[in-house]
C-alpha cells in the first residue's frame, strides 16, 4: 500500500509506494528508442508480450475508459488503472500525527491510470494522425474533469515519459494521469507567485509572459489562432518548450471542444521538430492547471510543458536548486524553426 509522508524541511509530501519497484524496464537500449526510418513510417503490429496491445486486453486491470467506434468494437483509446500505482484509489485518505511531532503521514489515496494512446505498439505521438492526437487530448480532459468530481483529490497531473531517461517502463505509446490529495509544493510555489503577480498587477503573468514572447519572436516556435508555442526566456533545461493558449483559461478541464483540433495540430508540430532535430530525444510532458477550487479565478493559465532530457542534473543543481541550461532558448527556437517536418 502507499502512503503520504511529510518532510518539514520543505513543507511537502513525499509519496512511498513500494509496489513500483516492481515496475517492468522494456527498454534496455539507452535513452531514445528506436525510431521509424522516416516521417511516414508508421507501420505497426501488435506485439504478443505486451500488455498494451490489442488482444492482449487480459493483462492489464479493468478497464476504465475507451474510445471505439462502437460498443464491442476495437478501441482506438483504452484507459486503465497502472498495475503499480503510486497512489490507489481504495486508500484512506485521513490525515495522521505519530508520536514525534516531524513524524507525521497520511493515507496513500489517489488515482493512478494509463491512457493507452494507440493500438499500434510503436508509434510516436508526433507520427500519430492529428485526430488520434486529438482524440487523445479529449480523453485526457475526460478523465481529468472525472476525477475532480472526488473531493478527495485536489489536484490532477497529466503527463507522458518517453523514452527510458524520461522514466518510461513500456515502449508501447502511453500518458498517465495521477490525482493527490494535496497539492505539491511545486505547484503551490507557481500558484503563489502568480497570485502575487495578479493582485500586484490585475494581470494574469503567463498571458504576459505569452504576449511579450509574441512580440518579441525570438523563442516563438510556432502559433495558430487558438495557441502557441514558446521556448522561454528562463528555460530551466536544454529545449525546453511550452504551448499555452492564446485566450485565458485557469483550467485544462475549462477547455473548449472545438480547440482540441487546434491543440492537436500544434502540439504535433513541436514533437515532431524536436523528434527531427534532436533525434528522437527522451522527454517528459506535462500538463499544468489549478487545483480544485481554482477553475474560475483567472491568476494561472493552464499550459502544457515539455522537457526533452538532454542533460543529467548534477551536484549543483541538486544541491542549490538552481538550474544550469547549456543552450539559449532563442537559438534553440531557431534551431527547431529550420527544423522541415513537412516529408
Known amino acids: 500500500m502507499s502512503i503520504l509522508r511529510f518532510d518539514p524541511t520543505t513543507n511537502d509530501w513525499v509519496i512511498f509506494a513500494p509496489s513500483r519497484a516492481r515496475r517492468p524496464h522494456e527498454l534496455r537500449q539507452g535513452a531514445r528508442p528506436d525510431k521509424p526510418t522516416s516521417l511516414g513510417d508508421t507501420t505497426s503490429e501488435s506485439v504478443p508480450t505486451c500488455p498494451f496491445c490489442p488482444d492482449n486486453e487480459r493483462y492489464t486491470p479493468t478497464e476504465i475508459f475507451s474510445v471505439r467506434d462502437f460498443p464491442q468494437g476495437p478501441w482506438t483509446i483504452r484507459v486503465v488503472p497502472n498495475k503499480f500505482p503510486a497512489l490507489r484509489i481504495e486508500e484512506g485518505n485521513d490525515s495522521v500525527e505519530e508520536a514525534h511531532r516531524f513524524f507525521r503521514h497520511r493515507g496513500g489515496c489517489g488515482a493512478h491510470e494509463v491512457i493507452i ?78 497570485t502575487d503577480y495578479f493582485d500586484m498587477t490585475g494581470h494574469c503573468l503567463y498571458c504576459m509572459l505569452r504576449d511579450e514572447e509574441l512580440s518579441t519572436e525570438r523563442r516563438v516556435l510556432v502559433s495558430n489562432n487558438d495557441f502557441v508555442a514558446i521556448l522561454p526566456y528562463a528555460s530551466h533545461s536544454p529545449f525546453e518548450t511550452w504551448i499555452l493558449p492564446r485566450h485565458h483559461q485557469s483550467s485544462f478541464g475549462d477547455l473548449d471542444g472545438w480547440r482540441f483540433r487546434p491543440l492537436a495540430e500544434l502540439l504535433r508540430i513541436v514533437l515532431l521538430k524536436l523528434y527531427v532535430g534532436l533525434e528522437n530525444p527522451a522527454f517528459n510532458l506535462t500538463i499544468n492547471s489549478v487545483p480544485r477550487g481554482d477553475e474560475d479565478k483567472t ?45
Open 117 to 194: 494512446e494507440t493500438p499500434r505498439h510503436d508509434v510516436f505521438l508526433g507520427h500519430q494522425p492529428v485526430e488520434q492526437v486529438e482524440l487523445l487530448l479529449q480523453t485526457m480532459q475526460s478523465r481529468f474533469n472525472d476525477l475532480l468530481r472526488d473531493s478527495r483529490f485536489q489536484t490532477i497531473v497529466l503527463f507522458k515519459n518517453h523514452g527510458e531517461a524520461a522514466g518510461t517502463s513500456l515502449q508501447h505509446p502511453h500518458c498517465q494521469l495521477i490525482a493527490t490529495p494535496v497539492v505539491p509544493r511545486l505547484m503551490r510555489l507557481k500558484l503563489a507567485v502568480a
Open 299 to 343: 491568476y494561472f493559465l493552464w499550459h502544457i510543458e515539455i522537457t526533452p532530457r538532454l542533460s543529467t542534473p548534477a551536484g549543483f543543481e541538486l544541491g542549490s536548486g538552481m538550474s544550469i541550461n547549456t543552450v539559449l532558448p532563442e537559438e534553440a527556437a531557431e534551431f527547431l524553426r529550420d527544423v522541415d517536418v513537412s516529408g
